[in-house]
């Protein structure tokens, strides 16, 4: 027969149960996702329901080291008025990450040297996050303007280009890098 210890699960957004909780409070976690106040995220983490309403959720906890990109960077920086459909977070190439959580995620897969510049950590609604800065979410929206459509990209390189905080050197700098510098330039000659 098993014994519990009495103390209740906090009241947290999201719930990390690892072999430190007891095992009432795993039951009582486990008894939540049955009522639907909570939902599973991955072994031993838990989420409120209203945490998944809400607009951002610690995404380090459903893609460990994961960037937040593309949409999802491009929605946060205020560069579209579209909204995500599902968390857009880049990975490593070499990692495997296995999704069984109920949030829609859409994962991007890198090189090791992709990694390697225009990431920032920010604070996103009390969650700590690894997203791509504003230069290096442009130059993706550039790079990738066949897949997400020449509307959408040019949308994105004009808010940036009406932003007051705009730095068209980085913004050069991390096309070069991202071998996209020939067209940001032409696209600056249009606009420009």
Not at 32 to 47: D, H, N, S, Y
Not at 86 to 97: C, G, P, Q, W
Not at 112 to 129: A, D
């Amino acid at each position: 027969m098993a014994t519990y210890d009495n103390k209740k699960i906090p009241d947290s957004p999201t719930l990390i149960l690892r072999e430190s909780a007891s095992a009432y409070q795993y039951h009582q976690a486990l008894q939540k996702v049955r009522t639907g106040e909570m939902i599973r995220l991955r072994p031993g983490i838990f989420a409120s329901t209203e945490t998944l309403a809400a607009t951002m959720i610690d995404i380090n906890q459903v893609v460990p080291k994961g960037v937040l990109c593309m949409y999802s960077a491009w929605f946060h920086h205020n560069l579209t008025t579209q909204i995500p459909s599902a968390y857009n977070i880049a990975i490593e190439r070499k990692r495997k990450v296995v999704l069984s959580s109920p949030i829609s995620v859409e994962l991007y897969y890198w090189s090791e040297k992709l990694f390697e510049f225009g990431i920032e950590q920010t604070n996103i609604e009390g969650h700590s996050v690894h997203i791509t800065d504003i230069e290096r979410s442009v130059c993706d929206a550039i790079k990738y303007r066949n897949k997400i459509g020449l509307d959408l990209s040019s949308e994105i390189f004009r808010s940036y280009l009406q932003r007051p905080d705009k730095k068209i050197s980085k913004l050069l700098e991390t096309a070069k890098k991202l071998r996209v510098e020939k067209t940001v330039k032409s696209y600056l000659e249009v606009i420009l």
